[in-house]
């Protein structure tokens, strides 16, 4: 006998995405369904537009990886144009990825995922002394006192009595599923709690360095933000500097909150992901996916040419051969649309590189609300793409086991301290246990390489360096008649590039294969599922109408369904449409 469970929307992600999955009488899951139920089209949108604004449409895609297209967008441009930038600039963007990485895993993991192993009922059942206990036991966190946690019961306890469950309604509160004491769950609770205040200082670094967030500004040629060493100038200070450049007291603000969040990943993060994670090793042995594993590469470290996360691709778990990428190539980065609801002028059944990748909709699924999704025919709106005709996973995981097997000294002792605490084999890894730890590790490794960067900063400051912009190829009368330039880096998801084609100084081309399409992708021509889909199999799930197993696999991708978003009537009618 064959069941089906259908998860639509999965919630606590960015995005639209529906899961089937069928199972047999046993309930271990047989096959999986990933659905991307909203199109997207920005592709379309930018063709004809100026190069130099593609950032401000393309950062658009998403509204939590708030930063990450606009910097793959002037990436893609500064590579088709042969542009160079200054070396602030290029030490401002790490700072910026890095603060991005450090705040969205942080969320992530509190505020998306951790409600799948932590119930937050049984907080209520806690006592706050041991609580307290618990939590001195495994950090330094000030914040640990009896009557800290007695305060988060207390409002805790107010939202359920009232009835306003808020965040923490519809939960699977109770499932058998869950195995954290009372004490470790109140822990939680209180933390996801300090998450949020955190998580409002943290983002002022953005918009110290790019004016605002979310969508901070992003410039081709560098960075848009001016640096001053005259704090307290009129209009216009010495050296021309505009007083709202970046001054010495901007800077020391994100000097501070640069301690501010390796404090909380040290105290708080990484000693709550692995306490939690102690209890739930069984988890360590399901949910791999594919067993391949892709980086493009990110955070260019200073007039080296080295990058702090290496590129390369990982096939059948082999961590001793690392194979080489190259974004430009034909014959390695394509993307196919078989099952997805597009079509292509060469027929559904062929993979396009992005440079001549099209976007063209053929919609003939089923309408929603959707009964039931037939996975043989096109099911969702995300294309597959595929490197050298194999899936492979990117993320947190991927970057982990590259910088691993690459010897990276700080990834293997830090990996290597999380796997003794925990008593687990660096297989352990491979799974969805291991891949919300990887999460956590790097963002560990990334917060510790964020002082490097604003020291060297303060450095080229202090000698004299201000500049953070390049204006030698600012007009398209220098750019050649045709060009074209793919734009590549790590995002928290995992990797991400725009590739774009310039004709006449117009776009004539853009495409973005994002880290969820390749993740979340439908099955290909080869009847290879992708990274979802492959992990879901295998799962049992004890309760068909609470599939808290499928959601915690899903969820430790942190999926991020990139979409153009259109608005609808309750009887699904089109009642208003943005043209830009």
Known sequence: MTNRIIVDPVTRIEGHLRIEAETGADGVITSAASTGTMVRGL??????????????????????????????????????????????????????????????????????????????????KADPKRTSELAQSISSYAKSSPGYFADVQKKLKTFVEGGQYGIFGNGYWGHSAYKLPPEANLMAVAHYLDALVWQREVVKLHAIFGGKNPHPNVLVGGVPCAISIHPGQGSQGKGGQSATAVNLVGLETVRNIIQLMRDFVDQ???????????????????????????????????????LLIPAGVILDRKLDKIHDIDLHAADQVQEFVNHSWYDYSVGKDKGLHPYQGETKFNYTGPQPPYQHIDSSQPYSWLKTPRWKGKPVEVGPLARVLMLYAKGHQPTRELAGMALKKLDLPLEALYSTLGRTAARTLETKLIADAMPAWFDALMSNIKAGDLATFNDTLWEPASWPKTAQGVGYMEAPRGGLAHWIVIKDGKIDNYQAVVPSTWNAGPVDTLGQHGPYEAALQGHQVVDPKQPIEILRTIH?????????????????????????
């Not at 992901?273 to 988890?283: E, N, P, R, S, V």
């Not at 009618?573 to 943005?578: D, F, G, N, T, V």
């Open 43 to 124: 592709e379309i949108i930018l063709k004809g537009r100026d190069p130099r604004d593609a950032w401000a449409f393309a950062q658009r895609i998403c509204g939590v990886c708030t930063l990450v297209h606009g910097i793959a967008s002037v990436r893609a441009v500064e590579d088709a144009l042969k542009y160079t930038i200054p070396p602030n600039a290029q030490l401002i963007r790490n700072l910026m990825i890095g603060a991005q990485y450090v705040h969205d895993h942080v969320m992530h993991f509190y505020h998306l995922h951790a409600l799948d192993w932590v119930d937050v009922m049984s907080a209520l």
């Open 268 to 306: 708080v993060y990484l000693p709550d992901t692995l306490a939690i994670a102690g209890f739930y090793k069984d988890w360590a042995k399901q949910g791999e996916g594919v067993g391949n594993f892709m980086t493009y590469g990110d955070f260019p470290e200073k007039g080296t040419g080295d």
């Open 556 to 580: 430790s991708f942190d999926p991020c369904i990139a979409c153009a978003v259109h608005l609808l009537d309750v009887e699904g009618q089109e009642i208003a449409a943005a043209k830009a």
